[in-house]
């Protein structure tokens, strides 16, 4: 039927382990790999003891199976690649306080290696399928770029991965199992699934990095969640000692995954947080659902999603009530050290990083259900709600105040739980958890923001600015170890700035009685020439960030740049929209794109959605 793909009489089996070549060189040891690195033994040592001690995001092998993958590859620069995309992590642990370690080299040093090797092996495969340990190379190389950003270099490699992972099968490791089959393992079924299990885990991996990154974007997730039949990493514990543990798939329904996990009893703590990652996907969809992020600030649309939104709530709310006792966070102080453990248990470094991240993807799924309730009650969105000569009563109105009141309670409630846990953690507990992490903290002082510049006068503004001390801090320090993602310091400063400007924002010189500035540029006064003009925010603009063709000179200092808006609409409204954010990057409108500048300006959870609905028509919120 298709002449252009190869011929298959039936599909491979999803379970098939790789076995050794039959023209393996056999010539790839620990000595070749130092020499093509061109690094001592004992530096590939500390190196390799570096990565195992500290990588606490992904647990892609068990301690000392490195070496026995050497025999099975086919080229050198296998070896390379994978050697070197582990040691762009393990280096940035490996430095002293007068900086980095004279026998050591930087982490961007073998993450270039391990970039080149890997395209090159890949490169020379073709057709071929490759084998799984480059898989986990690129998996590596692909976690490493996303650290620096989510942009388009590290989202085409996350693709790779994504494809690379289908194409081996991995989302149909456990397609066959029964789980109503109680037979005895028998020690080759053990070792088996021992193998099996490292698939499963580079699958989650790549699962997990796909969530991160589409979420980061605002775009749909790569990976079909209906032909995930890949169970559940079970406990490293398990792993590491060959003890069989039944687990689970991820349901496709939220409401069952923690009734499945907690059935299977496999108390994985990355299996509880897929689960929970996996809610805070989801309410990221029903909140922000594809092409209306502006909508959601409607109250009829938020209510029309309120039944989605709660089941989603009582989902996480059941999920941390079943989590097992050691994975749950109850205010201890994380101190995040390798202290010595038992042989069947995981060092404490480990067992933090686990409750930490687990408690700040709660957090988030919390923060992100109460969020667009937040966002309709900004101040400058209420004279767009219609009055009525028959005015509600004084209960009724102290009732809506009320619930505003328990609103803003919880979503602070969750911002306050991430300050309390980053308050009792190590100084230093940055650098042994996922640095994926450090965007959920910006979430967090995001709301700080909001609470800030306009929440309820019951709040605390002292200890708000101090949270958000604390907050802006820490995610200083993430940057400062991690590298990259700089941006992330300065959307916070734009969005602090401009929500203190719409708070001053009075109606404008010359307008009708009750006109705001919302009103006119909505109206599409621009000046009198019907181009696009002054927005009336006046918030100030670093000229650093000034695209270089003058684009925002004269009248114009932070929206309203005529541009191509969302399918091609040459609107205001969308103009506002896209144009608010970093302007570094100039907007080619010779098929570059829809968009004038890096769609990555904007949160998934719109903070900075706020800041541009003044410029929308009133009338948007009745559709």
């Known amino acids: 039927m298709y002449p252009s793909h190869e011929a298959q009489t ?19 040891n620990v000595q070749s790999v130092c020499a093509a690195l061109k690094i001592s033994k004992e530096t590939y040592d500390m190196l390799m003891e570096s990565y195992f001690a500290n990588m606490t995001a992904f647990s892609l092998f068990r301690p000392g199976s490195i070496e026995s993958k050497f025999p099975m590859m086919q080229h050198f620069s296998e070896a390379e690649a994978l050697v070197a995309a582990m040691f762009s992590f393990g280096a940035r642990h490996c430095q002293d306080e007068a900086g980095r370690s004279s026998n050591c080299p930087s982490p961007s040093h073998f993450a270039q290696i391990a970039q080149s ?9 073709g057709d071929l399928r490759p084998p799984f340990w480059l898989l986990q190379a690129g998996v590596l190389v692909t976690f490493y770029q996303l650290t620096q950003s989510v942009r388009s270099r590290s989202w085409r490699r996350l693709g790779d991965c994504i494809r690379a992972s289908y194409e081996m099968n991995l989302h149909l490791v456990d397609a066959n199992h029964d789980p109503t089959a109680k037979t005895e393992k028998t020690p080759a079924d053990v070792q088996r699934w021992v193998l099996l299990e490292e698939r499963r885990r580079t699958w989650w991996a790549v699962w997990e990095m796909d969530v991160f990154a589409s979420t980061i974007r605002r775009l749909p997730v790569a990976i079909n969640a209906s032909v995930n039949l890949t169970m559940l990493p079970v406990s490293d514990s398990c792993w590491f000692n060959d003890i069989y543990q039944e687990s689970c798939f991820l349901t496709e329904d939220c409401s069952l995954r923690w009734k499945h996990l907690s059935e299977s009893g496999n108390q994985s703590a990355k299996a509880w947080f897929i689960v929970i990652n996996s809610l805070m996907r989801n309410t990221q969809r029903i909140v922000y659902p594809a092409g209306t992020a502006m909508r ?7 209510e029309t999603h309120q039944d989605q939104l709660n089941i989603v709530a009582n989902s996480l709310y059941c999920a941390t009530a079943s989590l097992p006792s050691g994975l749950a966070y109850q205010g201890e102080t994380l101190d995040f050290r390798p202290k010595p453990a038992p042989q069947n248990h995981l ?16 957090q988030l799924c919390r923060f992100m259900i ?3 309730k937040i966002c309709a009650q900004a101040p400058w969105l209420q004279h767009r709600k219609k009055e009525t000569p028959n005015m509600k009563d004084m209960g009724a109105s102290q009732q809506t105040q009320t619930t505003a009141i328990s609103e803003w309670s919880n979503y602070m409630s969750a ?29 967090a002082a995001a709301a700080q923001c909001a609470c800030k510049v306009f929440g309820p006068p019951s709040f605390n503004k002292r200890l708000v600015t101090s949270n958000l001390d604390l907050l802006k801090l820490t995610i200083d320090r993430y940057i400062s170890f991690w590298g990259g993602m700089e941006s992330l310091k300065g959307r916070l400063s734009r969005i602090e700035t401009g929500l203190q400007s719409l708070m001053t924002t009075g109606p404008t010189q010359g307008g009708g009685e009750g006109e705001s500035q919302e009103g006119k540029i909505a109206a599409g006064d621009s000046g009198g020439n019907g181009a696009a003009g002054s927005t009336g925010l006046d918030i100030p603009v670093d000229p650093g960030i000034l695209p270089p063709n003058g684009a925002m000179a004269g009248s114009q200092p932070l929206l309203g740049m005529p541009s191509m808006g969302m399918n091609g609409w040459n609107d205001q409204r969308w103009t506002s929209f896209q144009d608010f954010g970093d302007f570094s990057q100039q907007f080619s409108a010779t098929g570059q794109g829809f968009y004038p500048t890096d769609p990555l300006d904007f949160t998934p959870f719109g903070m900075e959605d706020l800041l541009v609905m003044n410029s929308m028509d009133p009338s948007m919120g009745a559709n």
């Open 415 to 443: 911002s306050d739980e991430i300050v309390n846990v980053v308050r009792n953690s190590a100084r230093d507990h940055y650098k042994y958890v996922n640095p994926f992490l450090a965007n959920t903290l910006w979430f």
């Open 296 to 302: 959601i600030l409607n109250d009829r649309f938020s």
């Open 347 to 362: 060092s404490p470094r480990q067992e933090h990083a686990d409750k930490y991240a687990i408690h700040l993807l709660t």
């Open 10 to 28: 039936r599909p491979q089996s999803p379970s098939t382990v790789d076995t050794p070549p039959e023209n393996g060189v056999g010539r790839i």
């Open 117 to 125: 090797g890997y395209d090159e092996t890949v490169a020379r495969y």
């Open 370 to 372: 109460y969020h667009h």
